[in-house]
C-alpha cells in the first residue's frame, strides 16, 4: 500500500524525470491490474462513472455516502456493480488513493483526521449556483491549495475535474488508440502525482503532468482546458 512518508517535488530535474515516466506509462502501466485500492466519497454520478472505470482497469473500488453505507448499497451495485459500499473509515483503511467526488461545500463533512498521511484526489469544482457563496473560494485563482489547507496531513492531488462524469467512460481508449484524450493531473507530492498520473493511463487517457497545485486554477471551470478534448500535446501546450 502506498504510505507516507512522502518525498516533494524537486524543481525542474523533477520535472525532467517526469517527461520519461509519462511516455513509459502509456505503456506497461496501463490495462487491468488489481493491485491498488480506491476510496471514492461520492456516490452521484462522478463518484460512479469513476468506480465503473477504475473498476475496468483492476482497481478495487469502495464507494463511500452521505450516511451508512446500508443506504447506498442499492446504487452502488446498480450504477457500479462490482465496488463495494463501504462506511467512511472502512472504505478508507488500507486504500491506496481516496478520491472526493462530492459537491465542494460539503467539503467540511469530511474529517481531516480520517485522510491523515493519505493520497487525496481533488475532484471537485466551485460551482456558487450549486454550493453558494464560499468565502474561501469565490474568486480563487487555484481551489485546490485551499482544500489542501483543510486536509492538512493528507496528500492532495488535483485530477479527473475538467472532464464531464459523461465523458469519462466515452472518451477513454486503449493506448496509441486513435483520438485518446489526454487528462491532466497537478500536485505538489512527486510520488503522489506519480500514482494518479498511473490511475490516469490505465483508465484510459493519456496522462499530462500539469505542475504542483499552485498551478491547478488552469483545470477549473473557465480554464483553457475546462471540458475541453485535447489529445496529449495539446494539453501540455495549455498547461505548460
Known amino acids: ?7 516533494s ?16 506509462a502509456g505503456g506497461a502501466q496501463d490495462g487491468p491490474r488489481a493491485d491498488r485500492t480506491v476510496a471514492i466519497f461520492g456516490a452521484g454520478r462522478v463518484g460512479t462513472a469513476l468506480a465503473r472505470v477504475l473498476l475496468g482497469a483492476g482497481y478495487e473500488v469502495r464507494v463511500v455516502g452521505s450516511g451508512p453505507a446500508t443506504g447506498i448499497e442499492l446504487i452502488v451495485s446498480v450504477l457500479a456493480p462490482g465496488a463495494i459500499a463501504m462506511d467512511a473509515a472502512d472504505a478508507v483503511a488500507e486504500a491506496d488513493v481516496v478520491i472526493l467526488a462530492i459537491p465542494l461545500h460539503k467539503l467540511d463533512s469530511i474529517d481531516p483526521q480520517l485522510l491523515r498521511g493519505r493520497v487525496v484526489v481533488d475532484v471537485m469544482n466551485y460551482w456558487e449556483p450549486v454550493d453558494g457563496r464560499l468565502a474561501d473560494f469565490a474568486g480563487s485563482d487555484a481551489t485546490t491549495p485551499i482544500v489542501a489547507a483543510r486536509l492538512a496531513g493528507a496528500t492532495v492531488v488535483k485530477a479527473f475535474n475538467h472532464i464531464g462524469y459523461h465523458d469519462i467512460e466515452s472518451d477513454h481508449r486503449a ?3 486513435e483520438h485518446r484524450r489526454a487528462l491532466a493531473v497537478s500536485g505538489d507530492d512527486r510520488r503522489a502525482v506519480d500514482l494518479v498520473l498511473e490511475m490516469v493511463q490505465r483508465t484510459g487517457f493519456d496522462a499530462v503532468d500539469a505542475g504542483g497545485l499552485h498551478s491547478s486554477g488552469v483545470l477549473q471551470a473557465g480554464g483553457p482546458v475546462f471540458g475541453v478534448r485535447l489529445n496529449q500535446t495539446d494539453l501540455r501546450r495549455h498547461v505548460a
Open 1 to 7: 500500500m502506498y504510505s507516507p512518508p512522502l518525498s
Open 9 to 24: 517535488r524537486q524543481g525542474d530535474a523533477t520535472l525532467a524525470h517526469h517527461e520519461v515516466l509519462e511516455v513509459d
Open 175 to 177: 493506448p496509441g488508440e
